[in-house]
């Protein structure tokens, strides 16, 4: 299993901006896929946004044009930019790594937007 930890989750005001961390363990360019999932209260985990290891991103059309995903190759770490946050965004950030072998998560950080 990869091990991952995700950063950067807080309480923000609508149309305020945050950005987070997911720090993996191992070399992101063994990992197939890293993505970005949410989970409201009440719904269904989400695909938020994923980038595979040739750098190919995909989004969900709520987060289009408003979230980016990207990487940095160097720290093995993935990150999620968002701004335009709206409170329907409020949910818990999973990070998650799908190799051949193995599909790994990250514990979650809340995304609180609320004014």
């Known amino acids: 299993q990869v091990q991952l930890v995700e950063s950067g989750g807080g309480l923000v005001q609508p149309g305020g901006s945050l950005r987070l961390s997911c720090a993996a363990s191992?070399?992101?360019?063994?990992?197939?896929?890293m993505g970005w999932y949410r989970q409201a209260p009440g719904k269904e985990r989400e695909l938020v946004a994923l980038i595979t290891n040739s750098g190919t991103t995909n989004y969900a059309d709520s987060v289009k044009g408003r979230f980016t995903i990207s990487r940095d190759i160097a720290k093995n770490t993935v990150h999620l930019q968002m701004i335009g946050l709206n409170p329907e965004d409020t949910a818990v950030y999973y990070c998650?790594?799908?190799?051949?072998?193995?599909?790994?998560w990250g514990q979650g950080t809340q995304v609180t937007v609320s004014s």
């Open positions: 191992v070399n992101i360019f063994s990992i197939y896929v």
């Open positions: 998650n790594a799908k190799r051949s072998f193995d599909n790994s």
